[in-house]
């Protein structure tokens, strides 16, 4: 488990990973458990389902490889063909841009560097690099505690008008396949793929969900649990940003 400690508006929140227990006297906090581990009754908290993909990282580099699907294989090997280089831990500095331009391009929500670095060292950058330039970029929560690391926000050049949109795909499943035998090679155990949107019918998110889906990995459900403090502070939040 890890606990992220963010201030906003004068008000102290904590977000708190991969929880195996719910502490009842949170309920008077700004808390917020994400992807706890267990499932319990509660009427201190509001709980909700989160469905993820988990590729066991302990499998053999042939067995992580076998488990991608054949398109994905052929992907892969090939942006290795084209030169594609992997960089890890690269700075928040340089994602932050990089990230924003794709999310204002997408309608997300963007980030800052305050909100980045309230994670520490609980925050990896990864790249994937072609004739210098960068064509995809991930970042990862990890938990050294349980050997876990999870997608936290993914981007691409995919919306620029002078680049290849197909080198561009296979730069970003390249990136995640390198992700994979990095934290293996760090001998994490899990790498959870961030969510995936369950029983949806939205086609854009069907279609981040067959991607995520192509690497093999095994769903899993866990649950988010937020207090009523927490609830209202992020009603608050979503009116002052109107």
Not at 63 to 68: A, I, M, N, V, Y
Not at 147 to 164: G, H, I, M, N, P
Request: hydrophobic share 35%; with cysteine.
């Amino acid at each position: 488990m890890i606990n992220i400690i963010k201030q906003k508006y004068r008000f102290t929140n904590t977000e708190s990973w991969f929880a195996d227990k719910i502490d009842k006297k949170n309920k008077y906090k700004f808390y917020y458990y994400r992807q706890a581990l267990i499932n319990v009754p509660t009427q201190s908290f509001y709980k909700e389902e989160f469905h993820t993909l988990l590729t066991d990282l302990r499998l053999s580099e042939e067995e992580l490889f076998r488990k991608c699907s054949a398109t994905v294989r052929n992907e892969i090997k090939r942006a290795e063909r084209e030169g594609g280089t992997f960089s890890y831990n690269t700075s928040i500095e340089n994602f932050i841009p990089f990230f924003n331009s794709f999310a204002r391009i997408k309608g997300l929500e963007v980030i800052k560097e305050s909100q980045m670095k309230a994670y520490g060292k609980h925050l990896i950058i990864t790249e994937a690099t072609f004739n210098g330039k960068v064509l995809a970029s991930h970042s990862y929560i990890i938990d050294e505690e349980l050997r876990r690391v999870r997608l936290y926000q993914s981007a691409t050049q995919r919306f620029s008008k002078e680049l290849d949109h197909n080198l561009i795909g296979r730069a970003n499943k390249f990136l995640h396949y390198k992700d994979m035998l990095k934290f293996k090679e760090l001998n994490y155990f899990v790498y959870d793929w961030g969510g995936i949107a369950h029983d949806t019918i939205d086609s854009n998110l069907i279609g981040i969900n067959k991607f995520k889906k192509s690497f093999g990995g095994i769903e899993s459900v866990e649950y988010n649990y937020a207090s009523l403090p927490y609830i209202w502070f992020m009603q608050i939040k979503k009116i002052f940003k109107r």
